[in-house]
C-alpha cells in the first residue's frame, strides 16, 4: 500500500522555503533515470524536451520573482529570458514551441548551473522578509514547477513510445516494492477491505442543490479557481470507480472505433483522421489485426492482462465522451466532480506514490470516509463534460502572469482531481487541468456519471 | 419602421399545413434573385450551394416523413436519399460537402420538380388524420427549411463576396422603402423614440438568482433546448443594444488587432494564420494602408460612415471576445441572456423585414416592453461566453434525428437571438445557435455584458 | 473507320480566318451537351469551370491581339482584362485558380456576348493589311484556344466522375457510327490488314545517330519547340502501338501498386499519399475489393473488358515509369520520339475522330508509310523520360506571352502526339506538352521503349 | 594558401583499406566540436542529427559488405538493421525519417561501440583475399561515408542556424591558420595570381560538338555516372568564378525576389510560400528592413562586407535560375560542365582545405592548367540546368542497392563540382549530385554560362 494523503499546504515562510526546495530536488530527481540525450528528445507538438523544462521552470522564479523583488539581482544570460519563454507574450518574443528539440546549446549543464543560480538567489531572498504578494509568486511558481514535474513524465513517456525500441522509464516494480523514502504517510492504510469491486461498476448518488465552486480557502490556487461562486445542481450519480483497461478493451470489441453514432461529431474525425483503434500507446502484438493488446508505460511495456482491472488511460475526452454512450452514461461536469470531493481527503495513486502508472483498484482500497468512491485522486485525470470557461467574475492575475491561464479559456474541456504523475501537494478539489479534447497524452481516463 | 413581431406558433394542423406551405414559397422567393449559376457557388467550406439547400430540404420531408408516415410513398429518385443526405450518419452514406459544387447534374429543373413532388405529397398526408408525432416532424421540417434560407442568404452574401466582381444580391432599399406586403405587423410603431442612443452604450442590470432555462411551453422546439432546468445566476448587466461598426472601427484604430494580450491565445492563432485585420467584409479602399473602410452586405458595398451606428456583424467569437476584453467588458452567458429575453417578444430586424442586413438602432426603435433593451431580436446573432453542451438530462431525439443537434456538442459556441436572416417564426428565447468560434460567415454581432 | 489526317497548315491571311471561325465555333460545339450549371464545375484544383475556358479564349484574342493591333478598340468589360487572365504576371493582377468556380457572374449569356464581341473585333482586324506580327499572334490565339478545347474536355470529364451520379457527355457511340461531317477525309482507309496486335507487343528498332529536334519549317510553332538543334541518338526501339488496359490491369493484378521497389521515390510517395491502386477512372464495380474494373470515359462508364484492347488512359508519370520497370522495359526520350515521328502524316484517333476515348488499335489500323508504328498520334499523350526543359538558345516569346511555356520549365516531364481530345490540327511532331508527374486527369498514356 | 588535389584514386586492397580508416576516422573528427546534445538535433526535414549519420554509416558496411562477404559475422544488436535503414525498401522495414530526432537511445556510447565493431570487423575482411566485388563495395561504403560527412556539416550548419543562439561550429580562423597536417599538398601554390578578378565576370568559351560524358575510367563511381556515353553539345560559354555574394546583393537590392518576371513558376511559388528573400542563413541585422545583411556559416556569422567575393551559397535552383535570368545569361547543363571540367585536376576548397565555407577566389588562386576557371572544384555545388535522369541505357546496381541512386531520379536536378564540405576524394568530374529545387540547405551556388 503505497497511497499518500497530501499534508495541508503550508502557510509560514518556512514552510514555503522547504517545498520550494523539496520542490526543486524532485525535479532533478525524475531526471535520474535519464540520458542527456534523453532530455533533448521532442516527440509530438504537445511535448518539450526535458531539459526544457528544466531550464523553463528555473526561468519562471528568476522572471517573476526574482527579477521583481531581489534587489541588484543580475540576469544568469542575457538571452535566457526570451529563449524559455514558453508563451507570455506581453513579457518578451519567444521561440516557436517546435525550435526546443533545437536547443542542443546551452547544455545540460549550463542548464544545471542557471538552476543553482536561481536556486542560491531564491535562498537570498528567504532571508528576507517577504511580502504576501512574494510568498504567492513563490508559490505559484512552487506550483508552475509542479505542473512542469507532470508534463516531464507525459513527455518522457510519449519520447520513449516513439523511440522505436521502446525504452522503458523505470522498469516494472518488483512486487512488495516500497515506497519512496519521503512521501507522506497514506491515510488509508486501513480498512476499505474489498469495498470496491473491478468488475462489476457501481455508482453513488448525490442531490445536488445549491452549491458552492470554486476554491473558497486561503491557501494557493490559480486564478481560474476563482472566485467561489454557487452553481445549481440537478440530483447525480457517479461511478465508484474509474473505468478499466478490460472494460474499455470490451468497447473496442464491440465496434466501438467504427460506429459513428457513438461519437461526437468532431470526434469521429478525429478517429477518420489520425486511425484511432484504441487508447494511445495500445499496440497490437506484431501488429497483427488480432493481436493481443500491449499497453506502454513507464514501467514498460505490459498486456492488456496484466493490466485489466486498472484504469484506461491516455483516452481523448471524444474517446471518453463515446464509451459513456456507449455504456448508456455520460461524464460529469466539473461542478458535480468538485461537489463530490470536496470533502475527500487528498489521497491514491498520484506522483508520491511512485506507481507512475494507473494501478487497479485494490491497490488503493477506499478509505470509510470515502463513501464508497475510489480513484477520485490520482491514477487518472477525470475528463469532464465541462468547457474550460472563466467562472462568473473571474479576473486573471495583473501583469504577464495573467497569460498563465485565462488565455487559454477556449476550445478546451475541464479534467479533475490528478493521476498517477501529478503531486500530491498540488492537487485539490477545485483544481480545474484543461486541455483539447483531441489531447491523448495526458493520464486522462474516464469516470462515468448519470 | 419595418420591424416585426412573431405570431405565437400555430398548432393545428391547419396552421402547420398553412406553414409548410409558407415557408415553401419563402424559399423559393430568396431565389428570385438569383441565376443558375449563382444557385451553383460553394465559396468556403461552411457554405453550400444554394441549389444544394433546394434539394436538401426537400430531401428532410421525403426522408423523415413522407416515407415513414405517407403509405405508398414513392422515392422521386432512387439516388437522392444519399445524394442530399447532409450528414446523418445512421440513415445513409453521403458524398463529401466539398463536393456539392460540382453537382451540376441533377439539374435546377429536376430539383424543382422534386420539391414539387414532396410538396405535393405532403399535400396528400395532410389529407389524412396526422399523430403528434407526424405534426411534430413536420414543424421540424418546417424549422429545418428556415435554417436553411438562412443559411441560403449567408452563403450567397459569401459567394458573391468571393467573387471578384462583387454582385449584389438586392440593390441597397430606397429611402421610404415600405415593408413586404406579407410581413406580420409591427408591435413596436409607436413610443420608445430616441429611448436608445447609437453614440453612448448605456447598461440594464439584471438580479440573477435561481432561474429556469431551456424551453417550457408546448410550442415546438428542437432537443437541444430541453430540458427545461435550473441555472443559478449571480447579478449581471447587459448592454441595451449591440455594438456598432464605428465602435468596432475605434477597436481597430486602436490596434486590437495587433495586441496580443487582447485575445483568447486560440483567437489570435487565429488572427496571425489568416491575417485577420477587420470583420469579414470589410475592405479598405483601393486596398490601402489607411484607405476608408468598406463594408461588403446584401444590398451592395457600403462604406463605414454610412454604417455607422449599424451593428458590426461577421465576427468571430474571438474578435467578439477581444472586443468586450479591449471595452472592459464581457459577454453574456446563454443564461443569462435567456433570463433577459425570455418574456420579451419576438420583434425586430429579422427576415420579414426584409432589411437583410443589420441596421442601425433607430430605425428599431425600442418598444416600451422592451425595458430599454433593443436588438435582442434579429440584425445579429450574438456570441455568448456559453460553450455548446447538452443540458441536464438532455436526450438526444431517437433515431437518425437524434444527429441533428447532439452530434455537435463539442468545439462550439452558443449564440442567440436571430438575425436580420432569420425567419420570424423560427426564433425564441431557448433557442441555441451554435457555431465554432472562428466562424465569420454568419450574421454574427456582440453584446456587451458585464 | 474515323480516323483523320491533318492538313497542312495554311498560311494566307484568309486560311487563317477560316481557321480562327472554325475554331471558335468548334469550341461552342463542344459545350453543346453541356448545361449552364455544368460550365460551372471545378472539380480538381488542375481544371477550370468550361465557362471560364470559353471566357479565358476570348480574353487572350483580346488582350494580345485586338488591343494591340485593332486601332480603336474598346474593352468589352473594364474588368475582364483582370478577371480572365489566367497567369500573366506582367500583364496584370489575377484572381487565384480556385476561385474560377465563384464566377456566376457574368453569367453564361455575357460570356458568348463577349466571345460575340471579340469575334467581331478580329473580322474586323482582318479586314485590313495584316503584318506577319499578327498574323503569328491569331495563330497563336488559335492554337491557345485547341489547348482549352483539350481541357474543357478533360475539365468535363472530371467534372462529370466527380459528380455522384456520373453524368455523361456524350453516350456510346451506336456500332457503326459515321464520323462527323466536317472531319477530314483519313489518310488510313487502306491497307494495314492486322500489321498490330493487341495481344502482343512488338518493336520497332531505330538506328539513333545525330539527329536534329525542334520545329524546323516555317509553320507556326510554340516558342518552347525552338530553336531547333542536334541531339545524339543512341541505337533505340519504340512499341508498335500504346500499353493496353488489359496489360496494365496485368501490371495491377502483380501487385504493381503494392511494390516499391518497381516505382520511383517520389512515385511510390504519391501511391502512398493518394491511395493510388489503378488509373484514374478506373474503380471497381460495387467498390468491391475484387470487384470487376469499371472505367469511365466521355462515353459513360465501360467494362474492362469492353476496353481491353484500347490503350490505358489517364495514368501518371509515375505509373508509366513503373509499368515500363515492371515490364523490363523503359520510356523514350522526347528527342527519340520526335525522330520517329517526324516524317509520318499527323493521323490518328485525335479530336476529329469525335471518339472522345482511346480506341482499340484496330480501329485504327496501321498504314503502310507509319512503319508499323500506331497510335502515333491521338489516342492518349505518351509519357516521355524527357523533363520539360529549355532547348540550347531557347528564347521566350517577348512581353508577356514570354510567360506561356518558359517560366514551367522546373518539375514537370514532357508528352508527345496528343490525344483523343486533341485537335488534328494542333499537333505535330515537333510538339511538346508538358505536365507535372503526378498528373493524371489528362488523356495520358504509355508506348514502352528500350 | 590551403587548396587540395585530390591524388589519383588507390586501388589496391591496402589502399582501399588505408583509406576506410582515414575516412572512418575522419567522420569521428568532424564531430569533436560537438557535445552529445548537438548530435541529436535535427533541425529541417532535410537532415539529420550526427548521431543518426554516425550510425548508419556504420550500419552500410554492416548490412552490404560484413552481413554477405563476412563467414560467421554477427549482428551487433538485432534491431539495428532497420533501426538505421534509411530507404532502402528491399532490404528491411524502417523508421519515418521525423523519428531519427526520437533516438536518445541508443546512447552515442552504444552508437561509438557500434562504430568500433564494424571497424574491426572490416579489419578482419581485409585479411582475406577480396573479389573485386567486395572491394568494390567497401568502395562504395567508402564513398557513402564521404556523402554522409557533407551531409553532417551541412545538417550541424542548419542546427546551428535554428538555435536561437546560434552557436558556432568551429570559430573563424585566424588569418594565416595553416591547413591541417593530413591535408594533400596543393598543386597550385604557384602562379596565376590575379588571374581571377572578384569584381568584374569574365567568360570563357568553349567549343561543343559530339562529346562524351559520364565516367570512363577503371575507378571507383556510382551507377548513376554510367553508361559512358556521347552527347552533342552547341558551343557555349562558362563564367571564370562563381557569383559573389556581393553580385547577389545586388540581386536583392534591385528587386530580385519581388519580380515574378525573374522567376520560373514554381519559383515564384517557393518565394511567396517561404517568405525568400535572400538566401537561406542571409539575415538583416537587428531584422530590419535595411538592416545590413549578416551571413551564418560553420565559422559563425559574418558580414557581407566580409564574405562580398566570396561564392553566395545556400540559393536553391530557382534562386540560381532568377539570379541568371536578371544578369542576362543561363545555367550550364551537366554535359556543359562536364565537358570543361574533364581534364581539369581536382583541386580547391574542398573539405581537406578546412576552411569550412566558401572562401573568396584569390584564396584558391588559379592554376595555368585550369584555363582561366577557378572554383570548379569545392567552394559550392553548382546548380546545372539539367534535371537528374537516367543515361541513356542506364542499370542500377543488382539488389538493394539498385535503391542507392535509381529511384530518385524525378523531381531533382543535377548539381556538380562539390563544396567546401567535401572530401576531395569524393569528388570527380562526372560525379552528379542531385536536390529538389527548392532545396538550400546544402553548399550550393552559381556559375552562369551562356
Redesign the interface.
Known amino acids: 500500500m503505497t497511497t499518500v494523503t497530501a499534508l495541508t499546504p503550508p502557510s509560514t515562510p518556512a514552510d514555503i522555503c522547504a517545498r520550494f526546495n523539496a520542490t526543486r530536488r524532485r525535479t532533478l530527481i525524475l531526471c535520474d533515470p535519464l ?9 509530438c507538438p504537445e511535448a518539450s524536451p526535458a ?1 526544457w523544462h528544466l531550464a523553463h521552470t528555473a526561468w519562471f522564479f528568476e522572471s517573476f520573482i526574482l527579477r521583481e523583488f531581489l534587489p541588484g539581482y543580475r540576469l544568469f544570460h542575457p ?1 535566457f529570458p ?2 524559455f519563454n514558453s ?1 507570455y ?2 513579457f518578451s518574443r519567444f ?1 516557436e514551441k517546435r ?1 526546443r ?8 549543464d549550463d542548464i544545471l548551473h542557471y538552476r543553482g543560480y536561481v536556486d542560491a538567489a531564491i535562498e537570498l531572498l528567504f532571508k528576507r522578509t517577504l511580502s504576501e504578494e512574494v510568498l504567492r509568486r513563490i508559490e505559484l511558481g512552487i506550483a508552475h514547477e509542479e505542473q512542469h514535474q507532470e508534463l516531464l513524465l507525459t513527455d518522457m513517456l510519449n ?1 520513449f513510445f ?4 521502446r ?1 522503458i522509464y523505470r522498469p516494472e516494480e518488483a512486487h512488495g516494492e516500497s515506497k519512496p523514502a519521503d512521501a507522506p504517510e497514506s491515510a488509508e492504510t486501513t480498512g476499505a477491505e474489498d469495498a470496491i469491486d473491478a468488475n462489476t461498476l457501481e455508482f453513488e448518488s448525490f442531490e445536488g442543490g ?1 452549491r458552492e465552486a470554486g476554491c473558497g480557502g486561503k491557501d494557493f490556487c490559480f486564478d481560474n479557481e476563482l472566485p467561489r ?4 445542481l ?1 440530483p ?1 450519480s457517479l461511478a465508484r470507480r474509474l473505468v478499466t483497461c478490460e472494460e474499455y478493451a470490451a468497447f473496442i470489441a464491440d465496434g466501438g472505433y467504427t460506429r ?2 457513438l ?6 474525425d478525429a478517429v477518420m483522421a489520425h486511425g484511432w483503434n484504441a487508447p494511445l500507446y495500445w499496440t497490437r502484438k506484431n501488429n497483427e489485426v488480432d493481436g493481443e493488446w500491449r499497453i506502454f508505460t513507464l514501467r514498460g511495456e505490459q498486456s492488456l492482462a496484466d493490466l485489466a482491472s486498472a484504469p484506461v488511460s491516455h483516452v481523448s ?2 474517446e471518453a ?1 463515446a464509451y459513456a454512450r456507449w455504456a448508456g452514461k ?1 461524464l460529469a461536469t466539473e461542478f458535480e466532480w468538485e461537489a463530490v470531493a470536496e470533502d475527500r481527503p487528498v489521497a491514491g495513486n498520484l506522483l508520491d506514490a511512485d506507481h507512475l502508472t494507473p494501478t487497479e483498484v485494490n491497490r488503493e482500497a477506499s478509505a470509510p470516509e470515502s463513501h464508497g468512491l475510489v480513484q477520485l485522486w490520482g491514477d487518472c485525470w477525470e475528463w469532464t ?3 474550460y ?2 467562472y ?2 473571474f479576473q486573471p492575475l495583473p501583469g504577464s502572469l ?2 498563465y491561464n485565462g ?5 478546451q474541456m475541464v479534467l479533475r482531481g490528478g493521476s498517477c504523475a501529478t503531486p500530491a501537494s498540488h492537487i485539490r478539489s477545485s483544481y480545474r487541468n484543461f486541455f483539447s ?1 483531441e489531447t491523448r497524452w495526458q493520464f486522462s481516463g474516464i469516470r462515468l456519471a448519470s
Chains 1, 2, 3, 4 share one sequence.
Open positions: 540520458s542527456v540525450e534523453d532530455l533533448m528528445v521532442q516527440s531539459k538571452d526570451w529563449l508563451y507574450q506581453t521561440p525550435l528539440s533545437s536547443f542542443s546549446r546551452p547544455g545540460l519520447a516513439i523511440n522505436p525500441l525504452p445549491l461562486h454557487r452553481r445549481w440537478e447525480f459513428p453514432n461519437w461526437l461529431s468532431a470526434g469521429w475526452y471524444y465522451d455520460r463534460a465541462s468547457a470557461l472563466a462568473p467574475g495573467g497569460e488565455k487559454f479559456m477556449s476550445g479534447p
